[in-house]
């Protein structure tokens, strides 16, 4: 497949601001009979998303690993860490949105047109959606996922992402057909770029983030996160393992973070903890503002968690997310790179697991709540134990093995 790379020059004025090494809010104020009301959320249907998912050519249930040597050194019962790696052949989770998202579009599009309902076979559909083309930013993963899923359809892709992303991340998306658009900034500068270009040429924007596009796609994108974590109820069922005590969620817009909220928002949940980089730290500051207002990190989005590198929450999303998740916590990148190590290089007959900045992110709070100054005291005040189960979710493979293998190499400080 050939490959389209533009260089878009945008400017940029970020400041550098003195945070600290980690930070966290308690969140009190949550309350979930407030999100179960949510009209946007409540028309997901969990069932027809999952048998969306299973009627993919490439579906397959990914891992759910235990960790138990692991757990024994971070003084907790049992790690659980669910290995999005294998998702679609794509290397993380993002495909179960972005596909679910595209399909409820089509569905949409072709009911405009007076078409029936989506039939690949059908030669008038496919000539109506070989004129389609999808758009989306990205900081490589959600990308990706678009670009796979037009290109299943029989669709166009344009992508724009971040002109300082990894190499291996823009070939990713280009190697799928996609044309790739490289912005200079950050990723909500490629947010903004999407929408001029989508409205100029009349493009679909499939974006995981409701600060552009519509909200029902937004919604969608979280929706297609839910058969995960009916994934996950499933392997434990199977496993006779107990629901988890902690469930802990990397965040960036608030998608995924988002969909957790709206799965556990039952009896005997899992107390929810958001993890962010702690110079794009958007959800905290939000969260944590006497109205739980949207908020733009103040940090200077310069972190290795690419995929989390987000300024500014989805409206829809933190909804959800203000009145679900118990805390909000932002770490440094150096707890991220010690949670790609230990994954990667197992203790004893703990399985290896391959995870990217962002996917080890989970692991790094595990790690910061043990030798961070700045979160003393903060396990005992979520009552987290020895007994306690914790599930983690590695939310990506190793999207930039240059890095990797930096960090890898890398002599402990």
């Not at 679910?100 to 047109?113: C, D, E, G, H, N």
């Not at 009916?230 to 005590?245: G, S």
């Not at 933190?318 to 010690?338: C, N, P, R, T």
């Amino acid at each position: 497949m050939s490959m389209q790379i533009w260089i878009l020059t945008l400017h940029s004025h970020n400041q550098l601001y003195c945070v600290p090494m980690c930070r966290y809010y308690l969140n009190n104020r949550a309350d979930p009979e407030v999100f179960r009301a949510n009209q946007l959320f409540s028309r997901l249907k969990p069932h027809e998303i999952y048998r969306f998912h299973s009627s993919l050519p490439e579906y397959r249930r990914t891992p759910l690993q235990s960790l138990p040597n692991l757990a024994q050194s971070l003084r907790i019962g049992q790690l659980w860490i669910k290995d999005e790696s294998y998702r679609f052949g794509l290397n993380a989770f993002k495909g179960l949105g972005a596909s679910y998202a595209i399909y409820k579009r089509v569905q949409q599009l072709l009911v405009r047109k007076g078409l029936a309902k989506y039939d690949p076979s059908d030669s008038v559909q496919r000539d109506f959606l070989a004129g389609l083309t999808f758009c989306a930013a990205t900081d490589g993963n959600h990308g990706r996922a678009v670009a796979w899923m037009a290109g299943l359809i029989g669709a166009r892709a344009v992508i724009f992402i971040p002109d300082d992303a990894a190499g291996q991340r823009v070939e990713a998306i280009a190697s799928l057909g996609a044309e790739v658009r490289l912005v200079e900034g950050s990723y909500d500068q490629a947010v903004s770029e999407v929408a001029r270009e989508a409205a100029v040429n009349r493009w679909e924007i499939i974006s995981d983030t409701s600060t552009v596009g519509d909200r029902e796609t937004a919604v969608a994108i979280s929706g297609g996160y839910l058969t995960l974590f009916r994934e996950i109820d499933e392997q434990l069922a199977q496993l006779n393992a107990k629901r988890p005590d902690f469930l802990v969620i990397q965040a960036g817009v608030g998608a995924l973070a988002a969909a957790a909220g709206w799965h556990y928002a039952k009896d005997e949940a899992p107390k929810l903890i958001s993890v962010e980089p702690v110079q794009a730290a958007c959800l905290l500051e939000s969260a944590s503002t006497a109205d739980q207002s949207l908020k733009t990190a103040a940090g200077n989005l310069t972190t290795i968690m690419a995929g989390l590198n987000c300024g500014t929450p989805s409206p829809v999303a933190f909804d959800i997310i203000k009145d679900s998740f118990d805390l909000f916590v932002a770490i440094g990148d150096e707890y991220a790179e010690q949670g790609m190590k230990m994954l990667y290089q197992p203790q004893g007959s703990d399985p290896k697991i391959e995870s990217g900045e962002s996917g080890a992110a989970g692991l790094a709070f595990l790690l910061a709540l043990e030798k961070s100054g700045s979160l003393k005291g903060l396990r005992k005040l979520i009552g987290m134990n020895q007994e306690s189960s914790v599930l983690l979710i590695s939310t990506e493979g190793i999207t930039d093995r240059l890095n990797f293998n930096r960090i890898l190499t890398k002599s402990r400080a």
